[in-house]
């Protein structure tokens, strides 16, 4: 039992329902060949619809098989969907969408984008499709891994965001204009998952481009964050890049603050990073102090450490899937257990959950096929082989299709208490959802290849060694393969050594040329040019989609971009009600 600072607290605590054993098996061990099958069944019934009613539209809206824009105009379930399908096994579709995003995808427009989901949607997405395209059969090009068609239409929609980086604390606006910068009335109120979810992605673009730009925004954005805290070492949940004050102060492991944390973790695992670990045990000691009670995570006031919402949000499954990264899998699997019960008394994870009423919250009782109880089963399986989380698996899979499951596709759950349905089908579905599902039933996958086997990759500059595993998804689901980003440092360090020996080797020769000009002059003597600007690569022009130009507005999210009007606390609303 924690300690609990206050009475009130205290009797808080003796109210918190407990589930630390396993809920009880139905039936026999589910099989997992045969849910495997029934997974890729899902994801084509998904997906074919999405390609037949829907493209080139970022979603698909299952009930009225049509699709609409919602992130930016990107066909974002398509690129969302792309490395699911080598996962699933079909290099033949993924090779097609390769060609078909290169044709039709363009970043060059005139829309206000949120930056969280354009980098882990997209420059998510494309990286990772770019590193496993060799694997996929796509025929590279030469300096693959370090250069490529996937590669530039990353770095293109990345260097889109950094206008949003151009601030005083280095803490990034919440949206941008893709074509403008970002807007002169933009809020700046952003959430903190908003400016802590980019290390993964823009680390790994500066190792493969060699342009240090990304990595350095990002690791600023972390250390904004960092030096933010409160003096108990905790963060809250919107704070003003501007000035750095906090807007909203309540603190979890929830909604607007979630992958900040997942990507302490990751990065820190990505990058060999001791720095970013240790800024996340700090972390992870706060939390543990304040937050938990019985194995389940409250929100609690940032500098006092009260609690504020006795609540348990979906989007905190995630929690015991990151505390098996870094091996605390007891821990993991207590709170997983808690989670799952939620989930079989709903036939889902309700948005918010009442722990102490042990209910859902009003207005929140809806279910968007959100992946993460299932990623942290998916992580834990691959720790402890527990059937359990196989038994979870299952219950997702079948709850999914007698709730959710339309003649055009899987709509988002409305509300868990009588299976109303909304027309909207999140391109996570694809990305995520079905992803997890599927790494959890197929454990022999090459996303968990132990490195007992692996790609040799002949470079102009050397060996680079691929594919031996240990995967780090971005929170979007899409692996990147950490040894890529070995691959390309000692290339753009001799490229740059030799640039910068030739500017010195032509400076030399301008400087001996013009001093014996008058007597050197002759036939056959030609002076070197002096060296211009550098210009940078044309980016390729890409056809336009003819997409309709019409703006929609965005439903809420994880990180929601809407001008942020009132805090998060406000009679126990984590975000705003939907307009």
């Given at each position: 039992m924690p300690w609990c600072p206050l009475y009130s607290l205290c009797l808080l605590c003796a109210v918190l329902p407990l589930h630390h054993n396993a809920p009880e098996p139905e039936g026999p061990a589910p099989d997992p060949a045969h849910y495997r099958e029934r997974v890729k069944s899902m994801f084509y019934h998904a997906y074919n619809n999405y390609l037949e009613n829907a493209f080139p539209y970022d979603?698909?809206?299952?009930?009225?098989?049509?699709?609409?824009?919602?992130?930016?105009?990107?066909?974002?379930?398509?690129?969302?969907?792309?490395?699911?399908?080598?996962?699933?096994?079909?290099?033949?579709?993924?090779?097609?969408?390769?060609?078909?995003?290169?044709?039709?995808?363009?970043?060059d427009i005139d829309v206000n984008a949120s930056v969280f989901e354009t980098n882990i949607r997209v420059v998510g997405s494309l990286l990772s499709a770019h590193l496993l395209s060799k694997k996929a059969g796509v025929e590279v090009e030469a300096g693959w891994p370090c250069s490529g068609p996937l590669l530039r239409m990353a770095e293109e929609a990345a260097r889109k965001l950094l206008p949003a980086f151009q601030t005083p604390t280095g803490m990034p606006y919440g949206t941008v204009n893709l074509m403008h910068g970002?807007?002169?009335?933009?809020?700046?109120?952003?959430?903190?998952?908003?400016?802590?979810?980019?290390?993964?992605?823009?680390?790994?673009?500066?190792?493969?481009?060699?342009?240090?730009?990304?990595?350095?925004?990002?690791?600023?954005?972390?250390?904004?964050?960092?030096?933010?805290?409160?003096?108990?070492?905790?963060?809250?949940?919107?704070?003003?890049?501007?000035?750095?004050?906090?807007?909203?102060?309540?603190?979890?492991?929830?909604?607007?603050?979630?992958?900040?944390?997942?990507?302490?973790?990751?990065?820190?695992?990505?990058?060999?990073?001791?720095?970013?670990?240790?800024?996340?045990?700090?972390?992870?000691?706060?939390?543990?102090?304040?937050?938990?009670?019985?194995?389940?995570?409250?929100?609690?006031?940032?500098?006092?450490?009260?609690?504020?919402?006795?609540?348990?949000?979906?989007?905190?499954?995630?929690?015991?899937?990151?505390?098996?990264?870094?091996?605390?899998?007891?821990?993991?699997?207590?709170t997983f257990l808690n989670y799952y019960t939620v989930w079989k008394q709903f036939g889902g994870l309700p948005e918010f959950y009442n722990i102490p009423q042990g209910y859902t919250v009003e207005k929140r009782e809806g279910y968007?096929?959100?992946?993460?109880?299932?990623?942290?089963?998916?992580?834990?399986?691959?720790?402890?082989?527990?059937?359990?989380?196989?038994?979870l698996g299952r219950d997702a899979v079948e709850s999914i299709e007698k709730i959710s499951k339309v003649e055009c596709g899987f709509a988002t759950i409305k509300d868990l208490r009588d299976h109303k349905l909304d027309n909207r089908m999140e391109s996570f579905f694809l990305a995520e959802t079905v992803k997890y599902l599927y790494l959890l039933f197929d454990p022999t996958n090459f996303i968990h290849n132990n490195g007992s086997t692996f790609d040799a990759v002949i470079t102009p500059y050397g060996e680079c060694i691929l594919g031996a595993g240990g995967y780090v998804?971005?929170?979007?689901?899409?692996?990147?393969?950490?040894?890529?980003?070995?691959?390309?440092?000692?290339?753009?360090?001799?490229?740059?050594?030799?640039?910068?020996?030739?500017?010195?080797?032509?400076?030399?020769?301008?400087?001996?040329?013009?001093?014996?000009?008058?007597?050197?002059?002759?036939?056959?003597?030609?002076?070197?040019?002096?060296?211009?600007?550098?210009?940078?690569?044309?980016?390729?022009?890409?056809?336009?989609?003819?997409?309709?130009?019409?703006?929609?507005?965005v439903p809420l999210l994880r990180c929601p971009s809407q001008p942020f009007t009132s805090k998060l606390a406000l009679l126990g609303q984590v975000f705003l009600d939907s307009p």
């Open positions: 979603e698909l809206r299952p009930l009225t098989c049509d699709g609409q824009d919602t992130w930016g105009s990107f066909s974002l379930t398509l690129i969302d969907a792309l490395d699911t399908l080598l996962i699933l096994g079909n290099v033949t579709e993924f090779q097609r969408v390769v060609d078909v995003l290169q044709e039709s995808v363009d970043f970002v807007n002169p009335g933009e809020t700046p109120v952003t959430c903190t998952a908003g400016i802590g979810t980019f290390i993964v992605e823009f680390a790994t673009l500066s190792s493969l481009t060699g342009d240090p730009v990304f990595e350095d925004v990002a690791r600023r954005a972390l250390k904004g964050l960092w030096k933010s805290r409160s003096d108990i070492g905790l963060v809250g949940n919107h704070i003003d890049v501007v000035t750095g004050k906090w807007v909203a102060q309540d603190a979890g492991i929830g909604a607007g603050v979630d992958s900040y944390f997942e990507y302490l973790v990751k990065g820190a695992i990505l990058l060999q990073d001791k720095e970013l670990m240790s800024m996340f045990l700090e972390y992870n000691k706060a939390i543990r102090n304040y937050t938990r009670f019985d194995d389940w995570y409250l929100w609690v006031q940032m500098y006092k450490g009260t609690v504020s919402m006795p609540v348990f949000q979906s989007l905190e499954a995630y929690w015991p899937g990151l505390q098996s990264l870094i091996g605390d899998i007891d821990n993991a699997m207590r968007p096929l959100r992946p993460e109880l299932i990623e942290s089963a998916m992580y834990l399986y691959q720790a402890t082989r527990d059937p359990t989380l196989l038994e998804f971005n929170t979007e689901a899409h692996p990147i393969d950490p040894a890529a980003l070995h691959c390309c440092r000692k290339q753009k360090e001799e490229q740059w050594e030799i640039e910068d020996l030739m500017r010195e080797f032509y400076s030399l020769e301008r400087s001996r040329k013009s001093t014996s000009r008058k007597t050197t002059a002759g036939p056959g003597h030609r002076e070197i040019p002096p060296k211009g600007n550098d210009a940078s690569p044309s980016e390729s022009e890409t056809g336009v989609n003819g997409k309709k130009g019409s703006k929609r507005s």
